[in-house]
């Protein structure tokens, strides 16, 4: 299946997401993220770079040609929670998110909502189709950008395009009148003696929040970094962040709670000083169902 639950593993005890939708065309990611949380489960794979999914446009066209039958109730789609599907040479090769959106326009109605989640949100200028279809659906683009500062940023983000490129085309974005959601995700411990400062108040959060409202940003997602445990985790920032790190639940090295409430709150805190509206990465997929009920938490 091409178009799958947003995550079919959730304890929904918990969180009860209810349906969500999640969907791309390609597998795995180039970008090699340091702290990314696939490392958990790609494995192998992990350092392997994107691929297209054999057979993608038949399955995509199947799927939503099923759940039309089947009469389903609008619910998000996610595009896409696992990988960047805006991977420059995939795209540029296959041009399957394209087809995506020209698809997505012809079955609108089973869905309530649109969103494409991207550390490379230029790859949508390079045909104004792109643009077009996103306006259209009323599409929204949640850009991952953690850092203000390029450098810092390519310390743990080798391989994905640059802060300042991903800054720039979310502000061509906005001026095309495309709703935007900066996601300043993950937050980095700060103040943990034996710990590296990786992500600065004032070197990185302010002035993203700053340069977020002054181009017109529609809100701020934030979320505290969890390191995965199995799989292709980086052992060297695991012994760099080892003292902040004392919790171990399921496939992940967590923050102790009041470490995590701090960050959130410190990070709500200058979104309100500036004026932009915050919200917890949890809370905003939670919000894209309103008949669910609020998580017990959100770890």
Same mark, same amino acid.
């Given at each position: $299946?091409?178009?799958?639950?947003?995550? /079919?593993? %959730?304890?929904?005890?918990?969180?009860?997401?209810?349906?969500?939708?999640? @969907?791309?065309?390609?597998?795995?990611?180039?970008? $090699?993220?340091?702290?990314?949380?696939?490392?958990?489960?790609?494995?192998?794979? #992990?350092?392997?770079?994107?691929?297209?999914?054999?057979? #993608?446009?038949?399955? &995509?066209?199947?799927?939503?040609?099923?759940?039309?039958?089947?009469?389903?109730?609008?619910?998000?789609?996610?595009?896409?929670?696992?990988?960047?599907?805006?991977? +420059?040479?995939?795209?540029?090769?296959?041009?399957?998110?394209? &087809?995506?959106?020209?698809?997505?326009?012809?079955?609108?109605?089973?869905? *309530? *909502?649109?969103?494409?989640?991207?550390?490379?949100?230029?790859?949508?200028?390079?045909?104004?189709?792109?643009?077009?279809?996103?306006?259209?659906?009323?599409?929204?683009?949640?850009?991952?950008?953690? #850092?203000?500062?390029?450098? @810092?940023?390519?310390?743990?983000?080798? @391989?994905?395009?640059?802060?300042?490129?991903?800054?720039?085309?979310?502000?061509?974005?906005?001026?095309?009148?495309?709703? !935007? +959601?900066?996601?300043?995700?993950?937050? #980095? /411990?700060?103040?943990?003696?034996?710990?590296?400062?990786?992500?600065?108040?004032?070197e990185d959060l302010l002035p993203l929040v700053r340069w977020a409202k002054g181009?017109?940003?529609?809100? !701020?997602?934030?979320?505290?970094?969890?390191?995965?445990?199995?799989?292709?985790?980086?052992?060297?920032?695991?012994?760099?962040?080892?003292?902040?790190?004392? !919790?171990?639940?399921?496939?992940?090295w967590r923050l102790p709670e009041a470490e995590k409430d701090r960050l959130v709150?410190?990070?709500?805190?200058? %979104? +309100?000083?500036?004026? !932009?509206?915050?919200?917890?990465?949890?809370?905003?997929?939670?919000?894209?169902?309103?008949?669910?009920? *609020?998580?017990?938490?959100?770890?």
């Amino acid at each position: $299946m091409t178009i799958g639950l947003y995550d /079919p593993w %959730c304890n929904r005890e918990h969180y009860p997401l209810g349906i969500l939708w999640q @969907a791309a065309p390609y597998s795995y990611c180039s970008h $090699m993220c340091r702290y990314c949380y696939g490392r958990s489960y790609l494995r192998g794979n #992990f350092g392997g770079g994107g691929r297209e999914k054999e057979g #993608f446009r038949t399955k &995509f066209e199947t799927c939503l040609c099923r759940m039309r039958d089947l009469d389903l109730p609008p619910r998000h789609l996610s595009m896409a929670n696992s990988t960047d599907m805006l991977q +420059a040479h995939l795209e540029r090769n296959h041009r399957h998110v394209l &087809f995506m959106l020209e698809r997505l326009l012809v079955f609108r109605n089973l869905f *309530s *909502s649109f969103g494409i989640l991207t550390k490379n949100p230029g790859l949508l200028l390079d045909d104004e189709r792109y643009a077009s279809y996103v306006r259209e659906l009323g599409a929204e683009v949640q850009v991952s950008i953690a #850092f203000y500062r390029d450098a @810092a940023a390519r310390e743990l983000e080798p @391989a994905a395009p640059a802060v300042s490129d991903r800054m720039r085309a979310v502000e061509k974005l906005t001026a095309r009148d495309i709703r !935007v +959601a900066l996601r300043v995700d993950p937050l #980095f /411990p700060r103040h943990v003696p034996g710990c590296p400062a990786l992500q600065g108040v004032e070197e990185d959060l302010l002035p993203l929040v700053r340069w977020a409202k002054g181009v017109g940003v529609a809100y !701020v997602i934030g979320k505290p970094l969890k390191l995965p445990i199995r799989g292709s985790a980086d052992r060297e920032l695991h012994r760099q962040l080892a003292a902040a790190f004392q !919790v171990r639940r399921g496939s992940y090295w967590r923050l102790p709670e009041a470490e995590k409430d701090r960050l959130v709150q410190e990070m709500e805190a200058l %979104c +309100a000083a500036v004026g !932009v509206p915050f919200e917890h990465c949890l809370h905003n997929i939670l919000k894209r169902n309103e008949q669910v009920g *609020s998580p017990r938490s959100v770890t």
